[in-house]
Structures are given as C-alpha cells and as structure tokens.
Nanobody, 113 residues
Framework: QVPLVQSGGGLVQAGGSLRLSCAAS????????MGWYRQAPGKQRELVAL???????TYADSVKGRFTISRDNAKNTVYLQMNSLKPEDTAVYFC???????WGQGTQVTVSS
C-alpha cells in the first residue's frame, strides 16, 4: 500500500480553481497533522497549508484567502481547494503527514496566464 496517494491537479487558466486530494492508507489523518507543500522549478519546497489533528489550519501568506485545506476523516482524505489561481501558483504539490513523516507522490499544477 502506498501511504499517501494524491489526485487532482492539472492545467487551469489564471483565476480558475482546482482541488487536490490526498488519500491516506495506514495513516489516520484524524490524529495527525497533515500538510500541503509545493515546489516550483528552481525553488525550495515550501509549506502551503497545514491542518492539525485538532482541526486548526495554517496557510502561507501567498495563498491566504484563496486556498482551503480540509479533511474528511471518514474517507481518511485531505483536500486542498485552490481558488483564484495565479501563474505563480504553478508547482508540483505534495501532501505529507504521519510518523514517520510520509510524502505523497506529487501532483503538477500549472496555471496559465
């Protein structure tokens, strides 16, 4: 079993929306902090959003008000809803969580201007 399997992403025009999903196997997302990160070409991987086991959320300043992290404990899946996308949001997005820390396989998000 792959612990974290991502889906969603793709190509969208600026101003559009996408939703990323991260389905967990063997990791109970309800008791783990789960995060979304992204890495653009030539840049370091950066935190986009985090949701704690208690449900508190944290966002990078660059995505506040546009992105929403959420989870469905019954489906053991974490989501990243991305609205009002900008070309600078273009990157490979990764989910992570669990102990030991585990990463999803990555999903390309491309926003055209």
């Amino acid at each position: 079993q792959v612990p974290l399997v991502q889906s969603g992403g793709g190509l969208v025009q600026a101003g559009g929306s996408l939703r990323l999903s991260c389905a967990a196997s063997g990791i109970r997302i309800s008791i783990n902090a789960m995060g979304w990160y992204r890495q653009a070409p030539g840049k370091q991987r950066e935190l986009v959003a985090l949701i704690t086991s208690g449900g508190s959320t944290t966002y990078a300043d660059s995505v506040k008000g546009r992105f929403t992290i959420s989870r469905d404990n019954a489906k053991n899946t974490v989501y990243l809803q991305m609205n009002s996308l900008k070309p600078e949001d273009t990157a490979v997005y990764f989910c992570n969580g669990g102990r030991p820390l585990t990463w999803g396989q990555g999903t390309q998000v491309t926003v055209s201007s």
